[in-house]
């Protein structure tokens, strides 16, 4: 193999490149983010002929002008890295909209091979593309694939042979009639400015710079040293035509390339007379209409919430116990717990160990949801359900795509805030991408799911239907009014597209295509957030851990230890078992030995067979240790029990004076002036705090210094002299959790998302001030009135709907009016 040649995939949305990437490349496939940008770059190696080619996917685009993120990447790719071919993939069946990147392709300069892709399609409609004829006028090699059926591939290596070796230089043209003599001027201009004319083709350049191209201006600025005189000329001969012609110069060019590409296609594609109405128009009739289009689209929400999440809890809990099992199995290897003291290493191991498995235990979840949502892609719906939301989105600055994020952030409950900031990148217009990277962390993820059901379960007990149903839609009700408020400010200067959406054609998705694309995501989760919030958990626990408590209040704990272990030593004294029992280090073994047989019959689940097994190998490793579990009638088994919640309740008790005394705790300690108006108190405050590795802290944290049992009852113990918790207080932390900052996970999403420190920081710092607004509101207000939860939540959700409503109908001059569906 002498040589590789570099060669660039280009095509619009849903033409099929991604079966022709496969075509060719088969398994070696790499995957990455283009430099700087949150892109996904695919790259792939094949050969042919003793002949190397990398190829690269570029991210479909239906244009290269600078509007959208991916129209910026896949142009700056073919300018700077300069690929020997580009292969554009062409949906045969929409000829005439796929020849406008075909064109803008060929001006580059770039070779290029044209892939007349889903050719199927296009003849069940009756038509049949003349190749020649369509060669002809683009003046390059036409060749046709099917990508799905493996077809193709040996015409398109022998096409793309023939283009790398070829030395001649294409010059495609589109002929621009009355902009031709302004598009001279400015060429000539570049052409003196030899730096500009050796880096990039003058006339595309200078069609470019007629369009008002951003990116294009900014290459003038940066490589010509006459770069004030050149756009002193553009702006200047803009201006001219359009007083001239009556249409600003971008307008017209998009109107010429029109023209030129209906002007082919009524030369080059001929109707066989035997067009009939496919299944996807068929479909489409019910799917996109106006009425029964919405009701689809929400049972096929309610689909992928019942699989991926209902399904998916069934299926983490049959991981769950091998998790736990492997956590089990690696602290054996910590140093051992003594009756209530803990090692630091022991305890870090801990904590690190079960951070981790509270995000590997989402895996399942995500595996099902990343598989449905590639289903959904290949099948052809997510443009569908894009173009029926964006007539709600668009009246809020967000956009039709901005549907799949909200879905995995869970726009109704149990999402997960990081893979739904993942899926912006496929928001082309850059202010609704910002909007709604800034919005999906308010939606509910399964941790918050969890807190909410703790706090209903214990202060909205005969209300919990209403209760949830409220929550799980107050989020999006607070969102829309948020990302319209976004949009028109500290957004308002960022490039908007106009909403183009394609309908293209229902297929059937592959195992492979379904099953590789899901495995990708659950990687690129997996290296980007475990390793993350990993790391961040050990900072944490040094928060919750030190300086811990003083001297004198270990050696009352110790104290209450040594009682208790003197009353169990009592208790058995005149047991047959005592001694097998009488020492510490006994008792400590046989509260690992409990601690093991729990976990393997966990293990063992419902299954009789297994559970029964686990039973024998525990009783044959000490027969006495399994006595003691299992006779519930003998005094040394009572003995123990007691001693066990003894024991549970000194270290819980322990670990409540090290939270207090900890960093953490004494920072929920200093935010009480503050958090009080909102009626949270430093217990409250340290939750919060607590919650910004995973949201499942907060939860935990709740429980144990609020005293919320394993029922979910609140006895309202508060001890101290402290004011028990109401359920107007739980509205306002409920209100206050739905705008809280997101997670450290997603926080650092954003930052990968945007590129941005800054955007990070801001992620952070607007939820908390608009939560604490809004929970100090309610419980202000509330307690002034002498509401109860349940009124001031009602409240809370008319005022919710009404704001919503009236930022829908607050005017945006810079957004573009929505497309209809092609």
Known sequence: MS???????????????????????????????????????????????????????????????SYSLEERVARDFLLHDQPQAVINV????????????????????????????MIDVAEKRGFEIDLDALASHLGTKVVVTDGKRGKGGEDLCLALRDLVQDKSEPDFRVDYGALEAYISRIQEGIEKASELAAKYKPRWLAIKLLEGDSQALDLVNEYSLSADSLVALVTELRREFEEKEGDPAERYIAYRRHSLASQIVQEVLKSTGSEEKTSTDRVDAVLCHRFLGPVCMVLVFYTLYELAVNQGVKLAAEVTPYLSSLQTFLETFLPAEGFIEIPLLTSLGSWFMTSVNALLVYIPQFFILFALVAVLEDVGYMPRMAFILDRLFRHFGLHGNSTLPMILGGIYVGGCAVPGVMACKAIPDDRSRMATILTVPLMNCLAKTVFYLMLVEAFFPQHKTVAMLFISSITLLFALPIAKILSLTVLKGRETAPFIMEMPPYHLPTIRGVLTRAVERIWVYLKKVVTIVAAVAVVIWALLQFPGFSPEKQAEFQ???????????????????????????????????????????????????ASKAVDQEFKDNSPVFFKVLKDRRSKIHRAFKKLRKTRSRIMREMQQARVNSSLLGKAGKALEPLSRFAGFDWRTNVAMLSSFAARESATATMKVLYGIGPDGKYKGEMGDGEQTITDLNALALMLFMALFPPCLATTIMVKVATGKYKWMLFSFAYPAFLGMVVAAGVYTIGSALNMTGGEAMAWVYALAIGLAVTMGFVKDKKKPEAALGV
């Not at 075509?23 to 695919?42: D, H, I, M, S």
């Not at 190696?45 to 002008?65: A, C, I």
């Not at 047959?576 to 020492?583: C, E, I, M, P, T």
């Open 3 to 65: 040589r590789r040649y570099l060669v660039a995939l280009a095509g619009q949305p849903n033409s099929g490149k991604s079966t022709v990437f496969n075509l060719l490349t088969g398994a070696r496939q790499f995957v990455a983010n283009y430099p700087g940008v949150t892109v996904e770059k695919k790259t792939g190696l094949f050969s042919h002929q003793d002949v190397g080619y990398e190829l690269v996917d570029l991210p479909g685009t239906y244009s290269l002008t």
């Open 90 to 117: 062409v949906d045969a069946s929409n000829l005439r909209r796929n020849l406008y990147l075909t064109f803008q392709l060929l001006e580059m300069g770039t070779k290029v091979v044209v892939d007349l892709n």
């Open 559 to 609: 104290a209450q230890a040594d009682k208790a272990f003197a009353t169990f030593q009592r208790q058995v004294k005149k047991d047959s078992l005592q001694k097998d029992l009488g020492s510490m280090d006994q008792v400590l073994a046989l509260l690992s030995f409990r601690d093991a047989y729990r976990a393997a019959k966990a293990g063992a689940g419902g299954d009789r067979q």
